[in-house]
């Protein structure tokens, strides 16, 4: 750490301290309105006081104190819940808008019931922002009483609900709902062509729970609205048999990440041979070079059971961050269709897109945000930069007393299984529960069968069983327990040292309490530190260690296998620069992953200020801001949507073929940029020129048949679902040099033999 880093981290750490003494000057303030001998009519009179002071324009701030100590109260009669100072000053800094570290176990439900209570007095509404379904409707059960007891709505958003009911809930004061079912939800308003179709209302204040998830695991993922399904197809299974007939070394290379596979000279000859296309490499070729470079990329690098299981007879993706199957997403097209057909399995084209919007788009709409994490601070520059949030550190209540032990690391994977194994059987001899972190469903299905062989039973979770998870993981703490999960399943469900009983918790903790192994290192600090934070719950004992092998995948990619010079043995090194060189590399991933985070960026945010201006003139429309007649405003509705999807399908294509710029010595991101500006340019030319021909076809008639007639009307049916942007973050330009040089050697040759094939003419 360089000195002005280092100055600027101790500046950052004092004003920190300074912020948190004065958060527990506030919370003395809180505990001196006590209001233990109020009855509840009292208490329920002061929320009223408290309404009507917001909706008369005082600042929230000055209604802090006595927001805060009335749910506190109010928490304590209702849920038996007395909140900790800690949980109060995680509340302050939530209202101030800040992210939240909080160690697991530390209570973030209760503390952001506190926030959200003070920023709904406004009548403007809260969100907060969970994980999945099942955290969205227990955390409004829950904590519910105390909203209503205030006086205060609250309810949860379920995917599959009708219009009616996700009206009901986004009208209430507070709404618990996932960040995805919120943006679908958004992205269907987007395509209304009635103002009662509307769910949601203006954005206000958002929390956001799991925040490190959301905001940056999940934050570039593309939420998608599109029409009814296309017809399937199968020329992809051409291309399919085409990349099965190359191979490594002697047709594509992989780039010194392994996350990047393509052709070289031989390759595209081959290529050229097998689909008799000419000059793969001609302009009028681009769809055939991007089917084959996604056939290649899928049949190299997506390895089932890692990346995807099949069931049910379809495909569905594995998120690399949790390990559980990643509902209702697919890859980008090309590489859906390319994966679909690799097993093949029947594709079905999807509909034309209507809209998108990535999660980090969605959440910037809130004016106000703030979220709340276990881990933050290794992101805490990313926090920054992108939504500007702050990370404030919030202390434990009890002392963190986990013991992280030093990385164990083997010269081989049968080494690192056999020690895996080894250790797990004798540390579950004394019936202390072991939770596993495994980096595949593979391995995780691998690692069971050979406990099993030692008599070891464990419960496993993964994307195979991910139906149980809650049930799974709330269960890994109790004696004898062995719990086998890929990554970080069960996020958001406590583990408790023996299920929560008392008097077994008390012989849980003499036995070291929960010990937590991971099979391999993250690429990730922080999604180490999301692991290692299921022990040591609320100043309970436990401990962690990560065994690894220099076979892993992250050791073989950079190179760290080649620094050791030592045979193959089953003991684990003794090597202290090892140890160091690992957090290099995580330190200098993350770094990578940030910058290619701001360069995905720097495509999608000029789109979407296309969109949030066309969306914004849509929405004036729509709710009659504008004076129109009824069947201007369908036909001007009805176009913007029809030319948006034209602009989006012409940015899809635009993303796939841009890296071409590239070989002309042009700025892809420029080009990009200066090709949409163009395009987006059209859009209300085009839009006035359709409307005014359809309106003369109309005459003056406002008969909705007749609007119907002509095809004025919603997509019969929609669906909405995710795509894993995975592929784009983690590819470099697919223009490397040797794909480079493959490029022009086949216009050379050409060129070459232009003349000898004008002769035999």
């Not at 939530?94 to 007095?121: C, D, W």
């Amino acid at each position: 750490m360089n000195v002005v880093t280092k100055l600027m981290s101790e500046l950052k750490d004092r004003d920190s301290r300074q912020q948190l003494k004065g958060y527990r000057d506030q919370v003395k303030l809180i505990r001196k309105r006590n209001l233990e001998a109020w009855d509840d009519e009292r208490l329920q009179e002061e929320s009223h006081r408290l309404k009507e002071e917001a909706l008369g324009g005082r600042a929230l701030d000055e209604l802090l104190v006595d927001a805060y100590a009335l749910v506190c109260e109010v928490a304590k009669r209702k849920l038996g819940l007395n909140p900790y100072d800690v949980q109060i000053m995680a509340a302050i800094a939530l209202h101030e808008r800040f992210l939240i570290e909080q160690h697991t176990g530390e209570g973030k439900t209760l503390s952001a019931v506190m926030p959200a209570y003070l920023n709904a007095l406004t009548g403007q509404g809260v969100h907060v922002l969970t994980f999945n379904d099942y955290l969205a409707n227990r955390d409004a059960e829950w904590m519910g009483p105390i909203y209503r007891f205030l006086g205060l709505s609250v309810n949860s958003v379920q995917a599959g609900m009708n219009l009616y009911e996700k009206k009901n809930a986004y009208a209430s004061d507070i709404t618990y709902v996932t960040a995805k079912e919120a943006g679908f939800d958004y992205l269907r308003d987007t395509i209304a062509l009635n103002e009662v179709d509307l769910v949601h209302r203006p954005f206000h204040f958002v929390i956001v729970d799991e925040a490190d998830s959301l905001l940056l695991d999940e934050a570039r993922v593309p939420l998608v609205i599109s029409g009814e399904s296309g017809s399937s197809k199968n020329d992809d299974i051409r291309f399919a048999k085409v990349a099965q007939q190359l191979d490594q070394g002697e047709h594509y290379e992989f780039d010194e990440f392994q996350r990047n596979v393509y052709l070289n000279e031989a390759g595209s000859a081959k290529a050229e041979s097998l689909l008799r296309c000419g000059n793969l490499y001609d302009s009028h070729n681009t769809h055939l070079l991007t089917s084959l470079n996604c056939a290649l990329h899928v049949e190299t690098l997506l390895k089932r059971d890692v990346d995807y299981i099949i069931r049910d007879g379809g495909i569905e993706l594995i998120d690399e961050y949790t390990g559980r199957v990643a509902e209702n997403r697919y890859l980008p097209d090309g590489l859906q269709a390319a994966l679909v057909a690799k097993e093949g399995l029947q594709w079905t084209v999807g509909g034309k897109i209507l809209g998108t919007i990535t999660i980090q788009h969605f959440i910037s709409l809130y004016p106000g945000i703030c979220g709340m994490t276990a881990t933050a601070h290794a992101s805490a520059m990313e926090f920054d930069h992108i939504y500007a949030l702050q990370v404030m550190r919030i202390p434990p209540n009890q002392p963190n007393i986990r013991i992280d032990h030093p990385h164990r690391i083997y010269t081989h994977i049968e080494a690192k299984l056999k020690a895996l194994v080894q250790e797990i059987s004798s540390v579950h001899a004394t019936g202390r529960p072991i939770l596993i972190g495994t980096s595949s469903v593979e391995e995780s299905d691998d690692l069971a069968e050979a406990l099993a062989k030692v008599n070891v039973r464990c419960h496993v979770l993964n994307a195979k069983n991910d139906a149980k998870e809650a049930e799974i993981i709330a269960k890994a703490g109790e004696i004898g327990a062995v719990t086998v999960s890929t990554n970080m399943a069960g996020r958001g469900v406590d583990i408790r040292l023996s299920g929560g009983n008392p008097e077994q918790a008390g012989l849980v903790a003499k036995l070291g309490g929960l010990y937590v192994i991971s099979t391999y290192v993250n690429e990730s600090v922080r999604i180490d530190d999301q692991l290692r934070g299921r022990s040591g719950r609320q100043g309970d004992p436990g401990s962690s260690i990560f065994f690894v092998s220099l076979e892993d995948e992250l050791m073989v990619q950079f190179g760290i296998h080649k620094l050791v010079h030592v045979p193959m043995q089953d003991e684990a090194l003794d090597d202290t620069v090892l140890l160091s060189k690992i957090e290099h590399i995580q330190r200098v991933i993350m770094g990578q992953n940030f910058d290619i985070h701001l360069e995905l960026n720097s495509y999608s945010d000029m789109v979407e200020d296309q969109r949030r201006i066309l969306y914004a003139e849509r929405l004036q429309i729509l709710k009659g801001d504008i004076p129109m007649s009824p069947s201007e405003q369908r036909v001007r509705l009805f176009y913007i949507d029809e030319f948006w999807a034209e602009h989006l399908a012409y940015v899809s294509y635009l993303r796939e073929s841009i890296h071409l710029e590239s070989i002309a010595s042009r700025n892809p991101i420029d080009q990009f940029h200066m090709q949409i500006t163009q395009a987006y340019e059209q859009i209300p030319y085009n839009i006035n020129k359709a409307s005014q021909k359809m309106l003369l076809r109309l005459g003056d008639s406002n008969d909705p048949s007749e609007w119907e007639k002509l095809g004025l009307k919603s997509p019969a049916s929609t669906r909405t679902y995710i795509i894993n942007d995975q592929y784009s973050e983690n590819r470099r330009s697919l223009w490397t040099g040797t794909t480079v040089f493959a490029f022009w050697g086949r216009q050379i040759l050409r060129w070459a033999l232009w003349p000898v094939y004008r002769m035999s003419k």
